[in-house]
């Protein structure tokens, strides 16, 4: 089976550690890259995880880094409230060993999408600076891609200054969410499929016995750890794995159903800022998740603790 070449662009954080494992245990992807950039914790954080999380899981793939900041905004708000002080909840990595590829992250994307020409697959499951940054200095990126795919956005949102009207990922850099947006074919996992998807208590707790005390699984064991604890905390029956659908949406084609509908991203100073505005009446220009099969993702992630379980 010829492998898809992917590059995944995340902000570990959690749900990014679940996508990265999940693509990692697919037998039908090659991961390229992992870039990070700033997002649900600081810079200096995501690097460090995208770093461990490639030794982890013993990923054979360049790391590189991205943007510290968004592109206009001058500040970020972080998720460490969702996603534990370190990113990857109660897991505590040592220092890396590997060193981050010399070239920045936008530059990795670019150079692998010319070298992988119409095949490569990129997952953007953060802020999406990085990707327009890139844009800005590939313009004929687009084109080069085989399919661009990112968590970000709904129907409805989860953060915002006033309102709850935006998602995270596009909120936090709306300018650069609306030149992605604008030029590029995406395909948006967003809140709303995420949410639907959402994990159950029992499935976590399924996952962590898959997992056992295989040294192999032990990240993912704790990753389903946080999730359940995440779980109780909200007083909610479960957790959406948000970045890990996206994947999976790529994976098996009949777990996230996409419709074909307009979306403008609010990127102006007003109260809906980094909201994703979805308009039937419109020209559709943007592939929107809006069905999912839940059962099948819950499965997906427990396939997943198979193969790290029987590594
Ligand atoms: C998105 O925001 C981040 O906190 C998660 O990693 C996910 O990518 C969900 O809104
Ligand atoms: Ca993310």
Known sequence: M??????????????????????????????????????NVPAAITRKNALCIREELGINCRVGFGAEKPLKKAYNQFAANTHGQSGVGSFVFDQPEMKPDEMPAWEIIYEEAVKHKGELLLFAVGPLTNIAICLEKHPDLPQLLKKFVIMGGGTFGNVSATNRTAEFNIWIDPHAARQVFEKMDVWMVGLNATHAAAVEMSDFDDMMAICGDNKKARFIRELSAFSK??????????????????????????????????VRVEDGDCENIGQTVIDREKEPNCHVAMAVDKAKFAEIMKNMCRYYAEK
């Open 229 to 262: 604890y995440n779980c109780v905390e909200n007083g909610s029956d479960n957790n959406a794995i948000h970045d890990a659908l996206a994947v999976a949406s790529q994976m098996d084609e009949t777990v996230v159903t996409f419709e074909n509908l307009n």
């Open 2 to 39: 010829k492998k898809i070449p992917i590059i995944i662009d995340c902000d570990p954080g959690v749900d990014d550690s679940y996508a990265l494992a999940l693509a990692n245990s697919y037998e039908g992807f090659e991961i390229l890259a992992i870039t990070a950039v700033e997002g």
